[in-house]
């Protein structure tokens, strides 16, 4: 069996202090429904299926990824029914999806009464008793982290929620949370592609006792090698929008694919299984969520937790891309404030 077809099952990883352990890799279900084009259901929740006969157990949504009708949290609760005891769920709160998003999307919303109502919205969607993971979405600046921290954590001792984390969250943020209630996992953007959370981010954690679940591990898809530029997606694709695919960064950055590619070769594996595997080699305490509709590509991602790199595999990524990816993740409209 080569490294590629691997599908033996995941090894374990511990997210954080408090207890949580799942398979090394796990699975996001954002585009199965949103962002990348028309939804599939029956592929996503294939996938999911798929992903879990090869040991993923962690798989992430959101009420956002179902901009406020539930349908990613009910594609989820569909696929992992009979094997919920075997799963971990994790979802967010922290939009408001009352009323219609705005040039820069969704208005925050983390006060307490619509993390309660989130919550229990998810639980019904889902069709479970309680959520594994429940994430603050982004940080809102309007709402005290402190009463964030705390409403999760009723939600904990009510049996509604097993673990608090965060997502998109800076170094003050983390500890002024952390120290009302214990977090368990950071959820950043995290990959070959994009690296700013290495300098001030990765140590506090770290330092916490906290798991990091990097999101968008494969770079939006870049990391795939499947790639076409901005102009050729539908409107309804954020890869038509991201800096990274405009003329300009997407040339500089096709051409760090191919010389990834080439590194890929040498080894026998592909340039997805490359990426992930660099990720899982910052640290036991990491546990990427690549998505993808395909069962095909499910199996291709799992295999990387099989893949072990070599220091000098790890300099010449490092050496290939010293800084990320050409072109920034977000507008600068809605980028992530540390």
Partial sequence: MTQQDNTTTLPKRALGTQGLQVGAIGLGTMGMTMAYGAGNESGGIAAIRRAHE???????TAELYGMGTGSNEQLLGRAVEGIRDEVVLATKFGFDMSTPPGPDGFALN???DNIRQVADNSLRHLGTDH?????????DPEVPIEDVAGTVGELIAA???????????GPDIIR????????S???TEYSVFERAVEPDVLPVVRELGIGFVPYSP????????????????????????????????????????RELTALAGTKGITVTQLALAWLLAQGDDIVPIPGTR???????????????????DLARIREILPRGSAGSRYPESVMPTW
Wanted: proline share 7%.
């Fill in 54 to 60: 090869l040991g993923v157990t962690l798989f992430d």
């Fill in 110 to 112: 983390s006060r307490p």
């Fill in 131 to 139: 959520v594994d993971v429940l994430y603050q979405h982004r940080v």
């Fill in 159 to 169: 049996g509604k929620v097993r673990y608090f984390g965060l997502s998109e969250a």
């Fill in 176 to 183: 002024r949370a952390h120290a009302v209630h214990p977090v």
């Fill in 185 to 187: 996992v950071l959820q």
């Fill in 218 to 257: 494969l770079g939006r898809g870049f990391l795939t090698g499947s790639v076409k530029p901005a102009a050729e997606y539908p409107a309804d694709d954020m890869r038509s929008w991201d800096e990274r695919w405009q003329p300009g960064n997407y040339e500089e950055n096709l051409t760090a694919i």
């Fill in 294 to 312: 395909s069962p095909e590509r499910v199996a291709e991602n799992t295999a990387a937790a099989h893949i072990a790199l070599t220091p000098r």
